[in-house]
């Protein structure tokens, strides 16, 4: 007999043996388990004078419990979908560009049906990419093709690492399995938001590496593709240091930094269309407010709190994005004379500061001239006025108190930036657009209503955001190929999906697409 419980509410002062409870209230034997485990773990934190995990269970008994299944909260557990590996059948094996989390797991799932994928990444592998990016963050010396956006893993290894999507996928569960196998910790499989900590993305993408190497596949780092050329039925891949490779399935799982190939392939003929993205800054407060606002008195019992907030104005939405507890504002630059921020925090998120994205939606209206390649001009545009702000990789910055009242801060209060190369203090509207810096204004207030504590005279905003998605889509069928036969675009940079989980998920089903997997 298989059940799950739902709804089984455990106050968060309370320690308690989970299975021992289980069994007490529902009169079960300790003998008759054969299998436990969480489902899913949630705080609820609707009622502040008393603050609630909430878990669902998963149990497997021997025998039948009849009483059990007459309870609201008990239902017969569902079969979980079985994924299935069909042997490669192509003469050709598969070319994965890109080793972000849709080029890791559609790269694992073709290598576990002995395809033997062809990887090439422009960036370098986890371990000498760290130090790429030590030595971006220290000494300022940005190697544009390995760095925080690119390289093994891609933009999610220096993030938060959070698996939660706004998808409805039968897939999602595997997904959080397979980061838990390769290293994560197991509270990503049942956590209501997850996240594996930047720490722990290192340790998953070595081992997600390994496992594709075991099975045939072989990896070509600080490999950049260049070029295709098509011949019949197949595609000659081009890239530098003279590597060619032959394959009839092309999967471009490029990220949405990587502007020169989406450029080279747009010219190639692959057809693509502008999309909405958002642009706007990176707002840090002290984690300890956040705790305190989040949770009142029982902050001291729970993980770092965060928080996640929307209002819709009368033309445009504002949002708070990838909230990081605990978390460091990233120098996340990909190109020379460019700034670019994102947040990123370890598994423990013990950092003195909060930091979210504060992002205004950007619509196709607002940038698209005759190109669908606009929105990419744009974004770069005011990177570059950014940078141009201090000549340097100093941050555009301003306090709270100052932004709102169109005032410009001198110097830091009860919050230090924690942007690495350091910030300069000045009018946002001089790196944003103007429509961009009025509906943050607009939205602040709006926001503190929701999240009492939000509107701290202290906040730091630093700039720019202008990466939490990809400006354009590259258009696939039904069979999830683009306009080029044996092309298929896939996550995020092709405006398919928008984080780890749901791009993991687009390579996942575009791997099986292609290999006749479900």
Same mark, same amino acid.
């Given at each position: 007999?298989?059940?799950?419980?739902?709804?089984?509410?455990?106050?968060?002062?309370?320690?308690?043996?989970?299975?021992?409870?289980?069994?007490?209230?529902?009169?079960?034997?300790?003998?008759?388990?054969?299998?436990?485990?969480?489902?899913?773990?949630?705080?609820?934190?609707?009622?502040?004078?008393?603050?609630?995990?909430?878990?669902?269970? +998963?149990?497997?008994?021997?025998?039948?419990?009849?009483?059990?299944?007459?309870?609201?909260?008990?239902?017969?557990?569902?079969?979980?979908?079985?994924?299935?590996?069909?042997?490669?059948?192509?003469?050709?094996?598969?070319?994965?560009?890109?080793?972000?989390?849709?080029?890791?797991?559609?790269?694992?799932?073709?290598?576990?049906?002995?395809?033997?994928?062809?990887?090439?990444?422009?960036?370098?592998?986890?371990?000498?990419?760290?130090?790429?990016?030590?030595?971006?963050?220290?000494?300022?010396?940005?190697?544009?093709?390995?760095?925080?956006?690119?390289?093994?893993?891609?933009?999610?290894?220096?993030?938060?690492?959070?698996?939660?999507?706004?998808?409805?996928?039968?897939?999602?569960?595997?997904?959080?399995?397979? %980061?838990?196998?390769?290293?994560?910790?197991?509270?990503?499989?049942?956590?209501?938001?997850?996240?594996?900590?930047?720490?722990?993305?290192?340790?998953?993408?070595?081992?997600?590496?390994?496992?594709?190497?075991?099975?045939?596949?072989?990896? +070509?780092?600080?490999?950049?593709?260049?070029?295709?050329?098509?011949?019949?039925?197949?595609?000659?891949?081009?890239?530098?240091?003279?590597?060619?490779?032959?394959?009839?399935?092309?999967?471009?799982?490029?990220?949405?930094?990587?502007?020169?190939?989406? !450029?080279?392939?747009?010219?190639?003929?692959?057809?693509?269309?502008?999309?909405?993205?958002?642009?706007?800054? !990176?707002?840090?407060?002290?984690?300890? @407010?956040?705790?305190?606002?989040?949770?009142?008195? %029982?902050?001291?019992?729970?993980?770092?709190?965060?928080?996640?907030?929307?209002?819709?104005?009368?033309?445009?939405?504002?949002?708070?994005?990838?909230?990081?507890?605990?978390?460091?504002?990233?120098?996340?630059?990909?190109?020379? @004379?460019?700034?670019?921020?994102?947040?990123?925090?370890?598994?423990?998120?013990?950092?003195?500061?909060?930091?979210?994205?504060?992002?205004?939606?950007?619509?196709?209206?607002?940038? %698209?001239?005759?190109?669908?390649?606009?929105?990419?001009?744009?974004?770069?545009?005011?990177?570059?006025?950014?940078?141009?702000?201090?000549?340097?990789?100093?941050?555009?910055?301003?306090?709270?108190?100052?932004?709102?009242?169109?005032?410009?801060?001198?110097?830091?209060?009860?919050?230090?930036?924690?942007?690495?190369?350091?910030?300069?203090?000045?009018?946002?509207? !001089?790196?944003?657009?103007?429509?961009?810096?009025?509906?943050?204004?607009?939205?602040?207030?709006?926001?503190?209503?929701?999240?009492?504590?939000?509107?701290?005279?202290?906040?730091?905003?630093?700039?720019?955001?202008?990466?939490?998605?990809?400006?354009? !889509?590259?258009?696939?069928?039904?069979?999830?190929?683009?306009?080029?036969?044996?092309?298929?675009?896939?996550?995020?940079?092709?405006?398919?999906?928008?984080?780890?989980?749901?791009?993991?998920?687009?390579?996942? @089903?575009?791997?099986?697409?292609?290999?006749?997997?479900?």
């Amino acid at each position: 007999m298989e059940i799950k419980i739902a709804n089984y509410t455990v106050s968060v002062t309370q320690k308690t043996d989970l299975r021992q409870a289980v069994i007490n209230k529902y009169a079960i034997s300790a003998d008759d388990i054969v299998d436990f485990k969480i489902l899913r773990c949630s705080i609820d934190a609707r009622k502040r004078d008393d603050i609630l995990y909430n878990y669902q269970f +998963y149990l497997n008994l021997k025998k039948e419990y009849p009483h059990l299944l007459a309870l609201p909260n008990i239902t017969l557990a569902k079969p979980q979908p079985i994924l299935e590996y069909p042997q490669w059948s192509q003469q050709l094996p598969p070319v994965v560009v890109g080793f972000g989390p849709a080029g890791m797991f559609a790269a694992l799932y073709l290598a576990r049906c002995h395809a033997r994928p062809i990887i090439i990444e422009r960036g370098s592998e986890i371990e000498k990419r760290k130090e790429e990016v030590a030595n971006f963050l220290n000494n300022k010396q940005l190697n544009e093709n390995s760095n925080i956006q690119f390289g093994e893993g891609g933009a999610g290894a220096f993030s938060d690492g959070k698996l939660t999507t706004n998808i409805n996928s039968e897939w999602i569960d595997f997904v959080l399995q397979e %980061f838990y196998q390769h290293g994560a910790t197991e509270d990503v499989t049942y956590m209501s938001n997850p996240h594996v900590g930047t720490d722990y993305l290192e340790i998953v993408v070595k081992n997600m590496r390994k496992e594709i190497q075991s099975l045939g596949g072989t990896f +070509y780092f600080n490999t950049v593709f260049t070029d295709f050329k098509k011949e019949k039925e197949e595609i000659k891949i081009l890239c530098n240091n003279n590597l060619e490779f032959d394959t009839q399935h092309l999967l471009l799982c490029l990220g949405h930094s990587a502007r020169d190939t989406i !450029r080279t392939l747009f010219d190639k003929g692959l057809k693509m269309e502008p999309k909405s993205f958002s642009m706007g800054v !990176r707002i840090e407060h002290l984690q300890s @407010k956040i705790n305190k606002m989040q949770y009142g008195r %029982f902050a001291p019992f729970l993980p770092p709190a965060s928080y996640k907030g929307v209002v819709h104005l009368k033309k445009r939405s504002v949002y708070t994005f990838c909230m990081c507890p605990g978390g460091t504002v990233m120098a996340s630059a990909s190109e020379e @004379k460019s700034i670019v921020t994102n947040g990123m925090s370890n598994k423990k998120r013990d950092g003195i500061n909060a930091n979210a994205a504060l992002l205004v939606g950007i619509n196709p209206s607002d940038f %698209f001239v005759d190109n669908p390649l606009d929105g990419l001009s744009y974004q770069e545009k005011y990177e570059k006025m950014a940078f141009a702000i201090s000549g340097d990789y100093k941050a555009p910055c301003n306090l709270l108190a100052e932004f709102m009242t169109n005032k410009v801060a001198t110097a830091a209060r009860s919050i230090i930036p924690s942007y690495p190369h350091g910030v300069i203090y000045c009018q946002l509207d !001089r790196c944003l657009p103007s429509y961009v810096v009025r509906s943050i204004r607009e939205a602040i207030p709006l926001l503190n209503k929701k999240l009492k504590g939000f509107q701290d005279e202290d906040a730091v905003l630093t700039g720019i955001e202008t990466r939490s998605s990809s400006p354009i !889509r590259i258009l696939r069928d039904e069979n999830r190929m683009s306009t080029v036969s044996g092309i298929y675009p896939v996550g995020e940079g092709a405006g398919y999906a928008g984080g780890i989980t749901s791009a993991a998920i687009d390579g996942l @089903k575009t791997a099986m697409q292609i290999s006749g997997g479900r």
